[in-house]
């Protein structure tokens, strides 16, 4: 086995096997736009979807009144209270 026939292997892999979706969707694009830009839409929607998650996990962290994080003010004043 030369070296050369393992590059035509790849190419051969790509070309006839790998990219055979692609060439069904190239076909598809004749008879029907919509099928022909699935993948397009599946995307839409998955960046739809994630775009209603984050914007729901914004509004929970802003309606809480339970702050993660404390100033220096409020720590000194937290701690005058407690060393009283």
Known sequence: MELKDFFYGIADLFVNVLFAPMDLL???QLDT???A???N?????IGFVALAYWLNQLKIFNDGD???FVTHSDAD???E???H
């Not at 839409?41 to 929607?45: A, D, M, N």
């Open 66 to 68: 339970d702050h993660t």
């Open 37 to 39: 830009n699935i993948f």
């Open 41 to 45: 839409w599946i995307f839409i929607l």
């Open 77 to 79: 004043q937290e701690y």
């Open 26 to 28: 190239r076909e598809w």
């Open 81 to 83: 209270s407690h060393a």
């Open 33 to 35: 736009w919509w099928g």
